[in-house]
């Protein structure tokens, strides 16, 4: 499960909701990665773009691949302004032990750290400014820097 | 005709090209200065799925995305 949010999540919420859908389907272990928008250099908050169609094949692949170890997982996306304190991600990983779970959540994590299709910029004075420095170019990049 | 559309940061409309294979792509980017310093550090989907290889046969429709560097979370 892959859900869109304008601006910020509302955390209790989603991970409550979350317990509820799960807490009859055996899963021994429930981990949930909460990612929260910190006070550093000036900024007033984040803002983030994202691309859709590749966003859910991305994460269907994940899906697929956490079915085949008997887990599951759910992730929660801002799109939009999310200000300072605000969250604007959730990863959760449902799974029979705890073991499948917490390696599932760190591989996750740095993959969609990697690869998932979302911009993010810093909101300081009055602009937006693409957080360049901070970003990871796509696995397989600069195919047309070539030829 | 093919669309040929930047994401996130790249501040660029939409091009519409006539071409019919993703290996003419290149040249044509690389001749515009705006776009030029992206393309190294972008990957290239088709029809929104990420292509490994440039040679691939295009038909009118056909959708070309630029993904520059993400930081989601």
Known sequence: MLNIYTGALKVPHILKEWYKEENSSNYGAYISFVGTVRSEDGIDGLSFDLYEPILYSWFHDWEEKAIKLGAKIKMAHSLGDVMLHESSYIAAVFSPKRRVALELIDEFVEDFKANAPIWKYDLKDNKRIYAKDRSTAISGSGLLAKG | ?73
């Not at chain 2, 690389?30 to 490994?52: G, M, R």
Request: net charge negative; glycine share 6%.
């Open chain 2, 1 to 73: 005709m093919v669309k040929v559309e930047f994401l996130g940061p790249i501040q660029k409309p939409t091009l519409e090209l006539e071409i019919t294979n993703l290996n003419e792509l290149p040249a044509i980017l690389q001749a515009d200065a705006e776009v030029n310093i992206w393309l190294e550090s972008c990957a290239v989907a088709l029809n929104d799925t990420l292509v490994s290889s440039l040679e691939a046969p295009l038909k009118d429709g056909d959708k070309i995305s630029l993904l520059p560097p993400v930081c989601g979370g």
